[in-house]
Structure formats: structure tokens, C-alpha cells
């Protein structure tokens, strides 16, 4: 199944890192996000992505442009101008990225409308590109092709500065974004959608995924949740990279499920 990443916010509050390259290029360990992200839905066999891009989206473009020489030991013959990879494909090689540029004050609903030209089923999956997790996706889309709605979220329970899930039973009945204060589930991305909702949505660039998607689609009772317990970790902030570093350092990072 295709996986469309969104990669084109400005990531203000993480501005020590991202005053230089785009968030999911801020790296964790000596990969940077979105690498982490990918790898985690190859486990899953999703191989085939679609990148949203935006802010300073040509770092993505070379990162995966450069990639399989900057992650291989490499034999450059000068003379004749050939390059040869020393070492065997990686696990992560038989990706298929495809690099949208989808504007840089583009919202994220409109980013995912621009993606459908390269979404080719009437299935897709999506998340944000700075958060990570340990959810397993063969369950969360079994939830989804059994709940029969148009789209199925990933709730998660850390604090309450995100998007606010009122639920019943397998159904999302409201969605506040960001209540100041809160206890509930919240938003963690991680996301399954029908490729009819954005085809509805009109061709402009403000239509953001949580108000402009996900809080019509709740009212009118088209939105599944899948409740996840376990590990949920966003990036907004320094410490919050910082944490993320420490897990991978320490070798205990609980997204690291292909070991």
C-alpha cells in the first residue's frame, strides 16, 4: 500500500534544528526522521512512498538522489567518470520515493489533495513527518477495512497540547484541535484514508487536515480510531529530538522494530 508522508511545514518550534533543512530531515542518531518513519512502514511491507514536500523540500529531493552512494562504500574510477557501490543493497533500497513539491505555505489537507496524482489505489496511508511510534500497521488497517468508514486515525494518550478525540466506541464523534488542556486520546497521526474524501476537496491551498478533514469527517460519522497504548513520540521541540537521540543511542528505541 502506498504511504503519503507530509514533509512541508516550517517546524518553527523546533527552529534550532530546522532554520537549515526541513524537520523530517532533522536527524535521530545519524539518520534523519523521515528515514526512521520509511523504514518503519517497510517492516510492515509498505515500500512505496509519496513525499509532500515544501520548505527547503530540495534537501529531501538530494538526500534521495545521493542516497545509495552516501550509504554505501563506493569505488569512483575518475578517469572514466564511473561509480561503483562496494557494499550489498540495504534492506531500505528497494524503496520506490516519489518527491512532491506541494508548496511552502501549502496546509496539510491541500498537500494530500496535490498528492493524489501520484496515488494510485483507493486506499492510502499517511502520517505526519515528525513522529514516531511503535503501532503495529497490520492491525491498525485490519481495523480499518473492518470499520467501513471513509478514514481510521491513530489515538494515543500523551499530553494535551494536540488535537483532542472525543470518541465512541470505534467511531470519532469530535475532534478539537489542540485543547489547552485535556486528559483524552489524542491526534497521532498514523492515518488510513479513502482517496474519495480529498478528491472532494476544493483545489485551493488552506484546507487543513485536522479542520478541513478529520473534523467533518468525525461530525458526520465517517471516521474510525484505532486506539494505540503503546509508544508515541512527536518531534516539535529540542528536547523532544533530544529524547528521541537518547532512545537510539541507548539502543532501546521501541520504533526500531526491524531489528
Given amino acids: 500500500m502506498q504511504v503519503a508522508l507530509l514533509c512541508g511545514g516550517l517546524g518553527t518550534r523546533l527552529n534550532e534544528e530546522t532554520v537549515s533543512k526541513p524537520k523530517p530531515m532533522v536527524e535521530i542518531g545519524e539518520k534523519p526522521m523521515l528515514w526512521h518513519l520509511m523504514r518503519y512502514y517497510r517492516h510492515f511491507?509498505?515500500?512505496?512512498?509519496?513525499?509532500?514536500?515544501g520548505y527547503k523540500g530540495h534537501l529531501i529531493k538530494d538526500y534521495f538522489i545521493n542516497y545509495k552512494y552516501n550509504a554505501s562504500d563506493i569505488l569512483v574510477d575518475m578517469a572514466k567518470g564511473n561509480v561503483?557501490?562496494?557494499?550489498?543493497?540495504q534492506a531500505d533500497m528497494d524503496w520506490t520515493v516519489t518527491i512532491q513539491d506541494t508548496g511552502i505555505p501549502t496546509q496539510t489537507g491541500s498537500r494530500l489533495k496535490q498528492a493524489l496524482k501520484h496515488l494510485k489505489d483507493d486506499v492510502f496511508m499517511?502520517?505526519?513527518?515528525?513522529?514516531?511510534?511503535?503501532?503495529?500497521?497490520?492491525?491498525?488497517?485490519?481495523?480499518?477495512n473492518a470499520s467501513g468508514k471513509l478514514a481510521t486515525v491513530t489515538a494515543v494518550r500523551p499530553s494535551s497540547r494536540f488535537g483532542e478525540l472525543g470518541l465512541h466506541?470505534?467511531?470519532?464523534?469530535?475532534?478539537?484541535?489542540?485543547?489547552?488542556?485535556?486528559?483524552?486520546?489524542?491526534?497521532g497521526g498514523f492515518f488510513v484514508f479513502s482517496r474519495s474524501i480529498f478528491e472532494d476537496l476544493p483545489d485551493d491551498d488552506t484546507i487543513t487536515l485536522e479542520a478541513g478533514v478529520l473534523q467533518p469527517l468525525a461530525r458526520e460519522g465517517h471516521l474510525s480510531v484505532y486506539r494505540h497504548d503503546g509508544f508515541w513520540q512527536c518531534m516539535?521541540?529540542?528536547?523532544?529530538?533530544?529524547?528521541?537521540?537518547?532512545?537510539?543511542?541507548d539502543d532501546r528505541a521501541p520504533w526500531k522494530?526491524?531489528?
Avoid: M
Fill in 169 to 187: 466506541g470505534d467511531s470519532v464523534t469530535s475532534f478539537e484541535e489542540k485543547p489547552q488542556t485535556g486528559k483524552g486520546w489524542i491526534n
Fill in 126 to 144: 499517511a502520517t505526519y513527518g515528525d513522529g514516531l511510534c511503535d503501532v503495529d500497521l497490520d492491525r491498525l488497517l485490519a481495523h480499518h
Fill in 236 to 249: 516539535d521541540t529540542l528536547r523532544e529530538k533530544q529524547l528521541l537521540d537518547q532512545y537510539w543511542r
Fill in 84 to 89: 561503483t557501490l562496494l557494499d550489498e543493497p
Fill in 257 to 259: 522494530i526491524w531489528r
Fill in 45 to 53: 511491507g509498505h515500500s512505496d512512498f509519496v513525499l509532500c514536500t
